[in-house]
């Protein structure tokens, strides 16, 4: 049991196919105690019955990271109900649909603000907000795509907002290092969840990283859950600010391996 006695809250679930719930999984597998949060409303009743399996009925919290007061409540709900907690997992991206598919200068500034805001910013705004109840040998968590790093089409401003999310990793890694607060990202090769279903062609990327990936086929999100696990739990103490790549390898291919005919 490698996360017995520790206590996190895991930001992200939308359904059982989020990422952040195979995260939260494979924490609550190796004995930790979970809270989770919903979006709004519309999300809550379909959370409850994840919250049950996972352990934490009556840890469920409303987190809409866009709204200040919803961090700020989640710390109270947090302090009053656990106390201390040892770990963050902030699985949480959004760009408007003009952003996702497209000429991609034609953003507006309007929607570049948003995705920034939500998949960027809130990492900062919800740790720093939870620092003062994080145990002094704490790790949080960010989930972010290779599309932050090279281009990927469609992915357009979620790759800009990716590539600004993997700094702040490592901006923030140094930042809070001396508080023993540990600060990482996995980057994960794609998955289709309900987050992917907004980016255009999504299937092609599914099919070429598939093809391409020296393991020659895609992820899941048991196996983002154990890497997960392993980058909250003491086992990666010593690990911080990495980006670590779980994608079958997709990410050290220069070129795809095809043989051609030379005839
Ligand atoms: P998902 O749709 O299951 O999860 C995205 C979550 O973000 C949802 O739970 C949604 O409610 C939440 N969210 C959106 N706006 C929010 C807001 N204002 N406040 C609070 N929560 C908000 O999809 P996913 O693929 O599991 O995405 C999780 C993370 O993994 C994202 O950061 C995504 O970019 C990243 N990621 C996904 C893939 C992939 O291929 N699916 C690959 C690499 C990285």
Same mark, same amino acid.
């Given at each position: ?6 206590k996190?809250i895991?930001?992200?679930?939308a ?14 597998d *190796? ?14 009743k379909?959370l409850? =019955? ?7 009925a ?9 709204k ?15 106390? *201390?907690?040892?770990f ?14 497209g000429?991609f ?17 809130s990492l ?7 620092k =003062? ?18 281009y ?9 907002a ?8 490592k ?16 980057s994960?090769? /794609? ?9 255009g ?12 990936? /020296? ?6 999100i ?7 696990m ?25 070129? /795809? ?7």
């Open positions: 049991m490698l996360m017995k006695g520790k996190g895991v930001l992200g679930i359904n059982k196919k989020s990422i952040a719930y195979g995260i939260a999984k494979a924490c609550r *190796q004995g930790a105690e979970l809270a989770i949060t919903y979006l709004n409303e519309r999300f809550e379909k409850a =019955p994840i919250a049950e399996e996972l352990g934490c009556e840890r469920l919290y409303p987190c809409d990271v866009s200040p007061e919803e961090i700020k409540a989640l710390r109270e709900s947090l302090e009053r109900d656990f106390g *201390q907690i040892d963050i997992v902030h699985s949480i991206a959004f760009a408007p649909k003009e952003g996702l598919s000429h200068t034609d953003i507006s500034k309007e929607a570049f603000n948003v995705a920034m805001d939500i998949s960027v910013y900062i705004e919800v740790t720093r907000e939870l =003062p109840i994080l145990s002094d040998k704490s790790a949080v968590l960010t989930l972010t795509y290779y599309g932050g790093v090279k990927i089409p469609n992915y357009n401003l979620m790759g800009v990716k590539a600004a999310l993997e700094m702040t990793v901006y923030m890694a140094e930042d809070l290092g001396r508080d023993g607060i540990r600060v990482n990202a996995i994960a090769g /794609p998955i289709k969840t309900l987050a992917a279903a907004g980016i062609d999504f299937s092609f990327m599914l099919k070429w990283n598939a093809a391409h990936a /020296p393991l020659k086929r895609n992820i899941t048991e196996e983002v859950g154990n890497s997960g392993y980058l909250v739990s003491d086992l990666s103490s010593a690990v911080t600010g990495e980006i670590h790549y779980v994608d079958g390898g997709f990410n050290i291919m220069g070129m /795809p391996a095809v043989e051609f005919d030379e005839n």
